[in-house]
């Protein structure tokens, strides 16, 4: 069976502190994607990547980087964790389909909850 | 900037009824559109893709509908059932940058 495994389900971290939220995808995909979900605001995106060590700016960078040193892996890093990163963080990956605009179906990993104090 | 709209922003009918839900895109220059489920507190499951060209797709007791041109996809449940209940959310890719964009979703709530 496909997985997007998330290294953590519940994290809870102090204010200013360096969080790494780590996503791990056995299906061999080129997409890799990070998104945060708030009750009222839905799913944002944060940052995707569709290459080892390539990445690309979503809706919501700010505070926020992502490393991909190895195809199945897309770590999001918070520098300094503020209260407003307190969110439910989301991994998804698809692969590469014909042409450059390749997306195909997107999937989830179960998802990061991360509380900043 | 695409903007994703779904309505009703919830929905609740008995069980066995079949029900329609709405989704609508500003930016018709999409590659495709997903319909996905989130169960509370969990991730989200890819229910149906529909690529550009296509008008369609089904799978099982669920029809998805495409018109590219006017900006709207539907999501058509049949003979609802109670495990039904969740959250629905549409999301089209962009052909510009491949950015998949969220709907806020339906929250849809099936009575037994």
């Known amino acids: 069976d496909v997985k997007v495994t998330q290294s953590s389900r519940y994290l809870v971290k102090r204010t200013g502190e360096k969080v790494f939220l780590e996503c791990v995808q056995d299906m061999d995909h080129e997409n890799m994607f990070w998104y945060r979900q708030d009750p009222g605001l839905g799913l944002r995106l944060i940052y995707f990547?569709?290459?080892?060590?390539?990445?690309e700016k979503g809706d919501i960078p700010e505070g926020y980087s992502v490393s991909r040193e190895k195809k199945e892996r897309f770590s999001l890093i918070l520098e300094s964790a503020s209260t407003n990163q307190t969110s439910m963080y989301l991994c998804a990956s698809s692969g590469a389909g014909t042409g450059y605009s390749g997306a195909n179906v997107l999937t989830f990993g179960a998802g990061s909850r991360l509380t900043v104090l | 900037k695409q903007e994703v709209t779904q309505i009703p922003a919830a929905l609740s009918v008995p069980e066995g009824e079949n029900l329609v839900l709405n989704c609508s895109f500003t930016?018709?220059?999409?590659?495709?559109l997903q319909w996905f489920r989130q169960d509370p507190g969990k991730g989200l499951t890819s229910l149906l893709l529909i690529q550009s060209s296509q008008r369609e797709q089904t799978s099982g007791r669920l029809n998805a509908s495409l018109d590219k041109s006017s900006g709207r996809s539907t999501l058509y449940i049949a003979a609802s059932q109670p495990g039904d209940s969740a959250t629905y959310l549409c999301a089209p890719t962009e052909n510009r940058d491949d950015k998949i964009i969220f709907g806020k979703g339906t929250r849809l709530h099936i009575l037994p």
């Open positions: 990547s569709y290459d080892v060590k390539m990445k």
């Open positions: 930016d018709s220059a999409i590659y495709n």
